[in-house]
């Protein structure tokens, strides 16, 4: 069957927003290892495994169930679909942990690829390298940098003018370098 949508979209994943895509939608739900946090302290100091197991099992559901829904509105009307090569690997070794855990970025992006495939919607994984510093209009790399730059949501390019949304800006960069591996192969940014 093939995919009949109209949609190209990028999608930038993250942890305070799980998915931005480049059309300006925003997906969040709120994080499931905060909210139990509290009763999973409880019930592993008391020493009740059956519990424990029924929590954990409770919050990987709500995972899963969010990245279901989420990943069947982005490929409702689409047709391309291009998502951040964003990597837990290196950020489980953070402070940012259990965040970047809670987020299952692998989940939704095996989610999105296996559904769009199975709708016959094109879907590209992208190496988002400075995807967030690019301008997506003038291309110009001069948005914030750094461990300090992560907290800057908003920002003006300096060649352009333009202002951006740090993750909707990196969801247009994701897209364009979409389209860029579709016709050139493998992009320079």
């Not at 019930?43 to 559901?61: F, S, W």
């Not at 709708?119 to 209009?137: A, H, M, Q, V």
Request: proline residues 1%; charged residues 30%; glycine residues 8%.
């Amino acid at each position: 069957e093939e995919g009949n949508g109209t949609q190209e979209i990028g999608i930038d994943l993250g942890l305070k927003t799980q998915a931005t895509l480049s059309d300006g939608r925003k997906f969040e739900r709120e994080n499931q290892t905060k909210k139990y946090a509290d009763k999973l302290a409880m019930a592993q100091r008391a020493g009740k495994k059956h519990q424990v197991t029924k929590l954990h099992a409770k919050i990987a559901n709500v995972r899963k169930d969010w990245n279901h829904k989420t990943s069947n509105a982005i490929l409702s009307n689409a047709k391309f679909v291009a998502v951040g090569n964003v990597s837990s690997i290196k950020l489980v070794k953070t402070n940012m942990a259990k965040s970047v855990l809670d987020a299952s970025w692998c989940q939704l992006k095996s989610m999105l690829e296996y559904k769009a495939k199975g709708l016959g919607i094109d879907f590209k994984e992208i190496d988002e390298s400075w995807t967030s510093r690019t301008c997506s209009n003038c291309l110009e790399r001069s948005g914030p940098q750094g461990l300090s730059g992560l907290s800057v949501r908003e920002w003006a390019c300096s060649k352009c003018g333009s202002k951006h949304d740090r993750d909707i800006n990196a969801a247009k960069n994701i897209l364009r370098l979409g389209h860029e591996t579709l016709t050139k192969g493998i992009p320079r940014l």
